[in-house]
């Protein structure tokens, strides 16, 4: 009887344990929200990070945080800065979205607006671009957005309404009240007001969205440069000491993210590849900047992601990323359901985790810029292989130029099978659910 007793009483305590381990150990989905940084570089291709390949440029803050974090091998962006910034903030491919350069249309739903609903609040720093000038408005039929029309909570832009300067004696707008500020660099004030705002008090998640005005051109020398603030011709000689200072305010952030009290994550991309003036040396070869262009040059851009709480160091994600998964991808870190998203983006946040395989293994690409020497452009691609919506059929690691389609007579059964797979994606403009 003894026994019986004290074989209940064990199981009773061991229940008990189990339940008190449940409820004091919650899963992923249960956990705080965390906090998000995404930086945004101008105009800068894969091919100037050392962690790339890149062996032009110096840039030891972003090196540390592929070091620390996971490299994204195969982050595609729109070719051009208001094609990439309207895709990355709805969440749709530009078909849908893009009604002309500058524009981003009030109708519809932000990255802002859906992590709004899972309690963020929202700000932005750096370059803005998409309320529309009267040229560009009168293009495209239309105006933009203002910053608070996206759903942010708070901004400190360049160019919002007004032009001015973004580097030297910049002109800013902070919370619509607009100001140029003499004898100041506009990276640096961009930098200092982000970290500033990193370290106020906050009752909830946040979003921290900088949108750098580095590496665009005008190339004018960075401030360490003797008589860098009075220098107003551009000059691609300059474009080095651009790199470095884009770096230096990035490790600002990194050294605010690693002082943050809350857990954030930190995510670094570009919205389209190097300014075609622009040369550097990758991997021993030298490569021009293609910006503008539907090809790897324009498209294929650096990503980083450092969140040590839920992410190897030093890693690599193998997976295909287009701009369309970053807010399905938050929404999942943030540990919210994304069913109100009826994008075609998909998260790779369970890949980024080792949840589960990449999410994806092609991207399409919806491109008319309406701007520019630039000509539209629509097609699927994988890794290897890319379509175009005429037809155009070529074999990326053997030309990525895309000089030379190959004929259906040229392709073995493996290759014509993924062609009909990437003729699908395209009628089916990207949705692949």
Same mark, same amino acid.
């Not at 309320?131 to 160019?159: D, E, M």
């Not at 992410?311 to 970053?326: A, C, H, K, Q, R």
């Not at 073995?412 to 009628?427: P, V």
């Given at each position: 009887?003894?026994?019986?007793?004290?074989?209940?009483?064990?199981?009773?305590?061991?229940?008990?344990?189990?339940?008190?381990?449940?409820?004091?150990?919650?899963?992923?989905?249960?956990?705080?929200?965390?906090?998000?940084?995404?930086?945004?570089?101008?105009?800068?291709?894969?091919?100037?990070?050392?962690?790339?390949?890149?062996?032009?440029?110096?840039?030891?803050?972003?090196?540390?945080?592929?070091?620390?974090?996971?490299?994204?091998?195969?982050?595609?962006?729109?070719?051009?800065?208001? =094609?990439?910034?309207?895709?990355?903030?709805?969440?749709?491919?530009?078909?849908?979205?893009?009604?002309?350069?500058?524009?981003?249309?009030?109708?519809?739903?932000?990255?802002?607006?859906?992590?709004?609903?899972?309690?963020?609040?929202?700000?932005?720093?750096?370059?803005?671009? *998409?309320?529309?000038?009267?040229?560009?408005?009168?293009?495209?039929?239309?105006?933009?957005?203002?910053?608070?029309?996206?759903?942010?909570?708070?901004?400190?832009?360049?160019?919002?309404?007004?032009?001015?300067?973004?580097?030297?004696?910049?002109?800013?707008?902070?919370?619509? *009240?607009?100001?140029?500020?003499?004898?100041?660099?506009?990276?640096?004030?961009?930098?200092?007001?982000?970290?500033?705002?990193?370290?106020?008090?906050?009752?909830? =998640?946040?979003?921290?969205?900088?949108?750098?005005?580095?590496?665009?051109?005008?190339?004018?020398?960075?401030?360490?440069?003797?008589?860098?603030?009075?220098?107003?011709?551009?000059?691609?000689?300059?474009?080095?000491?651009?790199?470095?200072?884009?770096?230096?305010?990035?490790?600002?952030?990194?050294?605010?993210?690693?002082?943050?009290?809350?857990?954030?994550?930190?995510?670094?991309?570009?919205?389209?590849?190097?300014?075609?003036?622009?040369?550097?040396?990758?991997?021993?070869?030298?490569?021009?900047?293609?910006?503008?262009?539907?090809?790897?040059?324009?498209?294929?851009?650096?990503?980083?992601?450092?969140?040590?709480?839920?992410?190897?160091?030093?890693?690599?994600?193998?997976?295909?990323?287009?701009?369309?998964? *970053?807010?399905?991808?938050?929404?999942?870190?943030?540990?919210?359901?994304?069913?109100?998203?009826?994008? =075609?983006?998909?998260?790779?946040?369970?890949?980024?985790?080792?949840?589960?395989?990449?999410?994806?293994?092609?991207?399409?690409?919806?491109?008319?810029?309406?701007?520019?020497?630039?000509?539209?452009?629509?097609?699927?691609?994988?890794?290897?292989?890319?379509?175009?919506?005429?037809?155009?059929?070529?074999?990326? =690691?053997?030309?990525?130029?895309?000089?030379?389609?190959?004929?259906?007579?040229?392709?073995?059964?493996?290759?014509?099978?993924?062609?009909?797979?990437?003729?699908?994606?395209?009628?089916?403009?990207?949705?692949?659910?």
């Amino acid at each position: 009887m003894h026994r019986f007793n004290r074989l209940v009483r064990n199981v009773s305590l061991g229940f008990l344990l189990l339940l008190w381990v449940g409820c004091s150990a919650p899963t992923e989905k249960h956990l705080p929200a965390p906090d998000i940084l995404i930086i945004l570089a101008d105009d800068l291709g894969l091919e100037t990070l050392t962690s790339y390949g890149g062996s032009s440029y110096m840039t030891p803050n972003l090196d540390q945080i592929a070091r620390e974090g996971m490299l994204l091998k195969h982050l595609y962006s729109m070719p051009l800065c208001t =094609p990439s910034r309207v895709q990355l903030l709805t969440g749709k491919y530009n078909d849908e979205t893009y009604r002309g350069f500058g524009i981003l249309d009030t109708t519809f739903k932000t990255m802002p607006d859906y992590l709004k609903e899972a309690g963020y609040h929202s700000s932005i720093v750096g370059k803005w671009q *998409l309320y529309g000038n009267s040229y560009q408005r009168k293009l495209a039929g239309q105006g933009g957005s203002t910053p608070p029309q996206a759903g942010f909570n708070y901004h400190y832009v360049w160019q919002m309404d007004t032009l001015g300067s973004r580097y030297y004696h910049p002109t800013i707008t902070e919370n619509d *009240l607009t100001q140029t500020y003499q004898n100041a660099y506009g990276p640096d004030l961009f930098a200092d007001k982000l970290v500033g705002l990193m370290q106020k008090p906050a009752d909830g =998640p946040q979003l921290f969205f900088y949108s750098m005005v580095l590496t665009h051109e005008p190339f004018l020398p960075a401030p360490e440069i003797p008589g860098a603030p009075d220098s107003t011709r551009s000059n691609p000689i300059h474009f080095s000491s651009m790199v470095s200072a884009m770096d230096r305010e990035i490790g600002k952030l990194f050294r605010a993210a690693k002082e943050h009290p809350r857990p954030i994550i930190l995510i670094f991309m570009s919205d389209n590849g190097t300014d075609k003036q622009i040369v550097s040396i990758c991997n021993g070869d030298e490569v021009r900047g293609g910006k503008g262009l539907p090809n790897e040059r324009g498209t294929h851009v650096p990503g980083l992601i450092w969140y040590p709480d839920s992410i190897p160091g030093n890693s690599v994600y193998e997976g295909m990323i287009d701009f369309t998964d *970053l807010i399905p991808t938050l929404l999942d870190a943030a540990h919210k359901p994304h069913n109100q998203y009826d994008g =075609p983006g998909h998260s790779f946040w369970p890949g980024l985790t080792g949840q589960s395989p990449p999410a994806r293994d092609a991207i399409y690409v919806a491109y008319d810029p309406k701007w520019g020497p630039w000509e539209a452009a629509t097609y699927a691609q994988d890794k290897i292989w890319k379509l175009t919506r005429d037809g155009s059929f070529y074999h990326l =690691p053997t030309d990525p130029e895309e000089l030379a389609p190959l004929a259906d007579s040229m392709l073995d059964a493996t290759a014509l099978e993924r062609k009909a797979y990437l003729q699908t994606l395209i009628a089916n403009r990207g949705y692949q659910r």
